[in-house]
């Protein structure tokens, strides 16, 4: 069971926008910056989006991020069959000594 | 360019102990916090373990701690993961991962990751 709730599944077909949405507490996501990960199939995890809505460079802007009290979105617009991906949000966590938390991951289909 | 390269994984028995490597280049490492994160194939993330740029902070999950030791190496550009008292749940793909900066800062580079398999 993760701290942070993700659909385990989403989809679209090419050119939609799709969200995905991510809910936390207030000892994670409300106090904290979310930042999300892509992991394409077979490869390790790649930083997407990070302190809620900031693209490294080399991220296209079809990627955007949100966050609002608990909750955090990342939606991606004209949808491309290579977006098909797991993706991760993650927060830090400031119970205890602090810790960072995942979300379980959602699982998008390019249909 | 930054890359991180883990090593180290392999099968070992349950109750046993690994020490999984990750050698770090590209960057100055000891400006910045480093982590291991893990992934039961198939499944999702899991943070294992951070460390600040010189060890002084130290954070593990509830599920790795007083089993799992890590450490770095600040000469040798070289971050480590000691697993001991191994259990089949352990069994994953074990990441290490460059923070931003401090230990709270988000992940910014990942290795490719080592396989640890525990199994009899």
């Known amino acids: 069971q993760s701290v942070l709730t993700q659909p385990p599944s989403a989809s679209g077909t090419p050119g939609q926008r799709v969200t995905i949405s991510c809910s936390g507490s207030n000892s994670n996501i409300g106090s904290n910056t979310v930042n999300w990960y892509q992991q394409l199939p077979g490869t390790a995890p790649k930083l997407l989006i990070y302190n809620n809505n900031q693209r490294p460079s080399g991220v296209p802007d079809r990627f955007s991020g949100s966050k609002s009290g608990t909750s955090a979105s990342l939606a991606i617009s004209g949808l491309q069959s290579e977006d098909e991906a797991d993706y991760y949000c993650?927060?830090?966590?400031?119970?205890?000594?602090?810790?960072?938390?995942f979300g379980g991951g959602t699982k998008l289909t390019v249909l | 360019e930054v890359q991180l390269v883990e090593s180290g994984g392999g099968l070992v028995r349950p109750g046993g102990s690994l020490r999984l490597s990750c050698a770090a280049s590209?960057?100055?490492?000891?400006?910045?916090?480093m982590h291991w994160v893990r992934q039961v194939p198939g499944k999702g993330l899991e943070w294992v373990s951070g460390?600040?740029?010189?060890?002084?902070?130290?954070a593990y999950a509830d599920s790795v701690k007083a089993r799992f030791t890590v450490s770095r190496d600040n000469a040798r550009n070289s971050l480590y993961l000691q697993i001991s008292s191994l259990r089949p749940e352990d069994t994953a793909f074990y990441y290490c991962?460059?923070?931003?900066?401090?230990?709270?800062?988000?992940?910014?580079?990942w290795g490719q990751g080592t396989l640890v398999t525990v199994s009899s």
């Open positions: 460390i600040s740029w010189n060890g002084g902070r130290i």
């Open positions: 993650a927060a830090w966590d400031d119970r205890l000594n602090g810790l960072w938390v």
């Open positions: 991962a460059k923070s931003w900066g401090g230990v709270n800062y988000f992940f910014d580079h």
């Open positions: 590209g960057f100055t490492f000891d400006d910045y916090a």
